[in-house]
């Protein structure tokens, strides 16, 4: 093997320690943690701040996979190259035994039949210049049969020397392999115990979640039911208000006539209906659930439990019983704006709505859209 080819050997190496040095360095892995907080609010930010801690694992376990995988390639190439330096100094010892040979048997030939002196030559070819010649070539078989010997023995050394250097460079990187397998288990370690926490912490949020809408729902409940309660006590005062006066069904109240509201108690349903497509964009002219306007997310929701509406607020404001502000109960229609704009009431002074243009369906409070024009029951 050239000198230059065993240069280029540990010029490699050297480079691949080095690179193999900067295995882990750097490395911060943020600390899950696991306490829940009491509130709603708390828990939602605990879970983006795990899954921002996720992230930043994921990351670094791409580079501890990467380095580790960066120093097996070095451990294996350091490996290969010890191997094909073990052979090369099998050929060249082999050389060197061959040479060293031709170069004995020359000796032994020289020694047997000596060299002719120069005037043997002269007389034996009557040539001075054949006199030259002879010596000079047999000079020359002597001077190339010591280069080749040298040579081999040169090379040989130069082999050897690299050898101990490649051996040097092959436990360097077996022990950046193992410090890299290391780091790699650790973050990987820490990625599976992040993923635990963040599937906890959002376990613990869904919970959360549900015990709110349930707690919502039943308080809807109950304010439905006292608002039923309350219309039921008024329908039975009028109706005992009428007998009492002879009347025939409709009574009076000063010379007015007392308008008996539907009870709605019903409607609640449409309610449910609509809060499905909370966050769906507004579209104008929609009644589907890839978008609504504000009509049209109540028609549509009331179309779901068996109740035709038309997509038109002036047309839905006359056609169903008005009904007194104090009096809303879930289900009601609000109007608002001189009747351009109308939301679904779901108790607790709040209204589901379908705002404008770039908004999208929320829940929002009553006052916060100023005053009614009137309020329906369908």
Known sequence: ???????????????????????????????????????????????????????????????????????????????????????????????????????????????ATPQPNAIQVLLSS??????????????HIGHEDGNVVSGVRTNLTHLKRARVQLIAAQKTAATQVTAASQQRAKVLSLLHQQQQ???????????????QAAAQAAAAAAQRAQALAATQAQHASTSFTAASSGSSGIGTSGGSPIQVLPSGSGNAAAVNVAERYLGVPYVWGGESPSGFDCSGLVAYAYAQIGKSLPHYTGAQYGMFPKVPLNQLQPGDIVFYYGLSHEAMYIGGGMVIQAPHTGAFVENTSMSSMGTPDGAVRP
């Open 126 to 139: 009557g040539n001075i210049t054949s006199v030259v010649d002879t010596v000079a070539l047999v000079q």
């Open 1 to 111: 093997m050239p000198i230059n080819a065993d240069r280029a050997i540990i010029t490699r190496h050297r480079a691949a320690i080095v690179g193999i040095a900067g295995l882990g360095v750097g490395l911060i892995v943020p600390v899950a943690t696991i306490a829940q907080p009491s509130s709603i609010s708390g828990q939602q930010a605990q879970v983006a701040q795990l899954q921002n801690q996720l992230g930043s694992i994921n990351l670094q376990a791409d580079v501890a996979v990467n380095n580790y995988d960066g120093a097996m390639w070095r451990l294996q190439t350091a490996k290969q190259q010890i191997t094909q330096n073990a052979a090369q100094i099998q050929s060249s010892t082999t050389q060197l035994g061959t040479s060293e040979g031709v170069l004995a048997t020359r000796l032994r030939e020289l020694y």
């Open 197 to 211: 926490v963040l599937a906890g912490a959002k376990a613990s949020l869904r919970n959360a979640l549900a015990q």
